[in-house]
T-cell receptor, first 115, second 115 residues
Framework: EAQVTQNPRYLITVTGKKLTVTCSQNMNHEYMSWYRQDPGLGLRQIYYSMNVEVTDKGDVPEGYKVSRKEKRNFPLILESPSPNQTSLYFC??????????????FGPGTRLTVL | AQSVTQPDIHITVSEGASLELRCNYSYGATPYLFWYVQSPGQGLQLLLKYFSGDTLVQGIKGFEAEFKRSQSSFNLRKPSVHWSDAAEYFCAVVPITDSWGKLQFGAGTQVVVTP
């Protein structure tokens, strides 16, 4: 089944404790991105990746890191989480960035709480 | 400034009644247009998309959307709502000038369906 998976689905942590949220897709998509969803703000892009070893900042990158060492995986890293990073996080992927390939497929989300 | 606006934060509709969700965008050129639905505790699912051509677009789950260039709008409609349509709905765009294909989301409209 074609899908985007994220782990963990739920995470409660404390300020300053490094964490990684994994994202994996099995559709051989080139383009992957991370979003955070906050009430009243919709989804905002954190980082995106056009292909292996090609990443760039989105609208709200502060406090986050990413890596793309393999095409299928795009982990989100919070080196020193803070309470304002409490949010619902989504990973998404698409075939490419052109034409109808703009359709992005979303993972189920990771609800992160930073105490 | 470029933006996607969903004027209605919350809509309550009776089961069997019609539903219309509004979406307006502000971009120099008509962007690629999308509607996503997020059911409680779920990720985002694409309902429909518009790139060009026929301005009335049919999607999944009985939804349709109409693109109106003169009004910079892409409103979502469903003739008869089912209880399972209770969810949050997001309008999103990809600016044609954005070579990286970043989705810009509206703030979302929460739909409540009453018996």
């Amino acid at each position: 089944e074609a899908q985007v998976t994220q782990n963990p689905r739920y995470l409660i942590t404390v300020t300053g404790k490094k964490l990684t949220v994994t994202c994996s897709q099995n559709m051989n998509h080139e383009y992957m991105s991370w979003y955070r969803q906050d009430p009243g703000l919709g989804l905002r892009q954190i980082y995106y990746s056009m292909n292996v070893e090609v990443t760039d900042k989105g609208d709200v990158p502060e406090g986050y890191k990413v890596s793309r060492k393999e095409k299928r995986n795009f982990p989100l890293i919070l080196e020193s989480p803070s309470p304002n990073q409490t949010s619902l996080y989504f990973c998404a992927s698409s075939l490419s960035n052109s034409g109808s390939s703009h359709e992005q497929f979303f993972g189920p989300g990771t609800r992160l709480t930073v105490l | 400034a470029q933006s996607v606006t969903q004027p209605d934060i919350h809509i309550t509709v009776s089961e069997g009644a019609s539903l219309e969700l509004r979406c307006n965008y502000s971009y120099g050129a008509t962007p690629y247009l999308f509607w996503y639905v997020q059911s409680p505790g779920q990720g985002l699912q694409l309902l429909l998309k518009y790139f060009s051509g026929d301005t009335l677009v049919q999607g999944i789950k009985g939804f349709e959307a109409e693109f109106k260039r003169s009004q910079s709008s892409f409103n979502l409609r469903k003739p008869s709502v089912h209880w399972s349509d209770a969810a949050e709905y997001f309008c999103a765009v990809v600016p044609i000038t954005d070579s990286w294909g970043k989705l810009q989301f509206g703030a979302g409209t929460q739909v409540v369906v009453t018996p």
